[in-house]
């Protein structure tokens, strides 16, 4: 079975193709980085023309790449939400039309299910149930994994996501976007320890996530080293960025580790575009091998945004069944357990 799989929720045109499941084929992400560089962030109606312009040539470089052509194609999976409406509505209305005209199979996937089951490309994944950390630029969840199309949120964001924070700071200290890799960049040269930041916790036993307080409180310290760094003591902007980071990843492993304590599990996958962060990776690789959990981590290039993710989503709801007609529509929230499949 060759699946095309198309995401068009942020910023990124991709698309994939997968066959039976598990044989990728083609894997191609044309970036939009230098169209957005200029504003520190995505403009959406940007984005929805880049998604115009480049759907078709994408897909026809992917089919090129795999040596197959429309016809050869026996379904279709797209990325329904959470993201840009405007975006997604160019993966959607190509997609159908796909469908249409080749009278192939049509499934709207969750943009986050594809980020939890990205792991499947892989040849080492997870058994059955693990949690799931997915981090980017949009989202910070941990999920319980019950099986394929089977979700439990444990956890999620109350305001910024992981990655909008790292964006956010990044920009406040002048780096430039995408903030992510800049702020790990400058960290690097850094001391972690330097700044005692905020780690926002909430309640006991919670596993949600806040990052507006610690946002703030990096804000708020930057106007007065600024002011006063030529008299004051020896802090570097690399300790900021490198003490930010610290206090984000902080929070990040420890409602992990809460997290398998309270569903009792073993094993562990980390996700999203966040999950491109080496130190975020060593620094709960270590943390879940003192706990003795195994932790999973897709590729780099299946951590951002990529068909490939939503071709294998598509592939396990194609195979039980599943099918979505042509009133497919975006969503621009879209909680995972909303598209609960039972079992």
């Known amino acids: 079975m060759y699946i095309l799989g198309i995401d068009t929720s942020c910023d990124d045109t991709c698309t994939a193709i997968l066959e039976d499941g598990k044989r990728l084929l083609s894997n191609?992400?044309?970036?939009?980085?230098?169209?957005?560089?200029?504003?520190?962030?995505?403009?959406?109606?940007?984005?929805?023309?880049?998604?115009?312009?480049?759907?078709v040539p994408v897909v026809r470089e992917s089919l090129r790449k795999a040596?197959?052509?429309?016809?050869?194609?026996?379904?279709?999976?797209?990325?329904?939400?959470?993201?840009?409406?405007?975006?997604?509505?160019?993966g959607i209305y190509f997609a159908k039309a796909f469908s249409y005209?080749?009278?192939?199979?049509?499934?709207?996937?969750?943009?986050?299910?594809?980020?939890?089951?990205?792991?499947?490309?892989?040849k080492r994944s997870p058994p059955f149930p693990f949690v799931a950390l997915t981090v980017s630029g949009g989202h910070t969840n941990i999920y319980h994994v019950h099986d394929f199309g089977d979700y439990t949120v444990l956890g999620q964001t109350l305001d910024d996501a992981a990655g909008e924070a790292f964006d956010k700071i990044a920009k406040l200290l002048y780096l430039?976007?995408?903030?992510?890799?800049?702020?790990?960049?400058?960290?690097?040269?850094?001391?972690?320890?330097?700044?005692?930041?905020?780690?926002?916790?909430?309640?006991?036993?919670?596993?949600?996530?806040?990052?507006?307080?610690?946002?703030?409180?990096?804000?708020?310290?930057?106007?007065?080293?600024?002011?006063?760094?030529?008299?004051?003591?020896?802090?570097?902007?690399?300790?900021?960025?490198?003490?930010?980071?610290a206090?984000?990843?902080d929070i990040l492993i420890d409602k992990v580790i809460a997290a398998t304590d309270q569903v009792g599990v073993k094993s562990v996958v980390l996700a999203g575009g966040v999950a491109r962060n080496n130190y975020l990776r060593c620094k709960l690789q270590k943390a879940m091998s003192k706990k003795g959990i195994d932790l999973y981590t897709p590729r780099l290039e299946f951590c951002t945004d990529n068909g490939a993710m939503i071709a294998v989503a598509g592939y396990h709801r194609i195979i039980r069944g599943e099918r979505d007609d042509l009133t497919l529509d975006a969503k621009s929230r879209f909680p995972?357990?909303?598209?609960?499949?039972?079992?």
């Open 101 to 122: 005209a080749n009278n192939i199979p049509l499934i709207g996937i969750n943009h986050l299910e594809g980020h939890i089951l990205s792991i499947f490309l892989e």
């Open 28 to 55: 191609i992400v044309n970036s939009q980085v230098i169209v957005h560089h200029r504003y520190g962030g995505v403009v959406p109606e940007l984005a929805s023309r880049e998604h115009i312009r480049n759907i």
């Open 176 to 245: 430039g976007y995408p903030g992510g890799p800049e702020i790990e960049k400058l960290a690097a040269t850094g001391r972690p320890e330097a700044i005692e930041f905020p780690r926002a916790y909430l309640s006991k036993d919670s596993l949600d996530f806040s990052f507006s307080g610690l946002k703030t409180a990096v804000a708020l310290y930057f106007r007065k080293w600024r002011n006063q760094k030529t008299r004051e003591h020896k802090i570097k902007i690399a300790d900021i960025a490198a003490s930010f980071q």
């Open 336 to 343: 995972l357990d909303q598209i609960q499949t039972p079992h």
């Open 247 to 249: 206090a984000v990843v």
């Open 67 to 90: 040596h197959l052509n429309n016809r050869d194609i026996d379904a279709i999976a797209v990325t329904m939400g959470p993201g840009l409406v405007g975006a997604l509505l160019v």
